[in-house]
């Protein structure tokens, strides 16, 4: 799903999804391809949600890095009750659930520390 020219579809290229705190340091790697496909599509699913914040951002407490051979595609920030996005040079945010957060994090296989 499209709106506003946010989309996520293009994250299912992945090949790696770098999982880091807000310090940058990594707590997983998921290189499972059906996992990153799965991930993607739910966030796609999901970009119709995502909005430029009209505060400052917010800090997320876990952020995947989607990466394909080597270069970025895009990250997503997760909080405990919103994720962010950086895409194609703009930031979004979007309110989310506890059990959403939980729900992405068991697509890619990785424990939720939260």
Same mark, same amino acid.
Do not use: K
């Given at each position: 799903?499209?709106?506003?020219?946010?989309?996520f579809?293009?994250l299912? #290229?992945?090949?790696?999804?770098?999982?880091t !705190?807000?310090?940058?340091r990594?707590?997983?790697?998921?290189? !499972?391809p059906?996992?990153?496909?799965?991930a993607?599509?739910?966030?796609d699913?999901?970009?119709?949600?995502?909005?430029?914040?009209?505060a400052?951002?917010?800090?997320?407490?876990?952020?995947?890095?989607?990466?394909h051979?080597?270069?970025?595609?895009g990250s997503?920030?997760?909080?405990?009750?919103?994720?962010?996005?950086?895409?194609?040079?703009?930031?979004y945010?979007?309110d989310a659930?506890?059990d #959403?957060?939980?729900e992405l994090m068991?697509?890619?296989?990785?424990?939720?520390? !939260?």
């Amino acid at each position: 799903m499209m709106l506003g020219g946010l989309s996520f579809s293009d994250l299912d #290229e992945a090949d790696l999804v770098r999982v880091t !705190d807000n310090h940058d340091r990594e707590q997983a790697r998921v290189t !499972d391809p059906t996992r990153i496909a799965a991930a993607a599509r739910w966030l796609d699913e999901r970009a119709d949600r995502f909005e430029t914040p009209r505060a400052e951002p917010r800090i997320m407490t876990l952020r995947l890095n989607f990466s394909h051979a080597g270069s970025a595609l895009g990250s997503v920030g997760l909080g405990r009750r919103y994720l962010t996005a950086q895409r194609w040079g703009g930031f979004y945010q979007c309110d989310a659930l506890p059990d #959403e957060r939980a729900e992405l994090m068991e697509l890619l296989g990785v424990p939720d520390p !939260d």
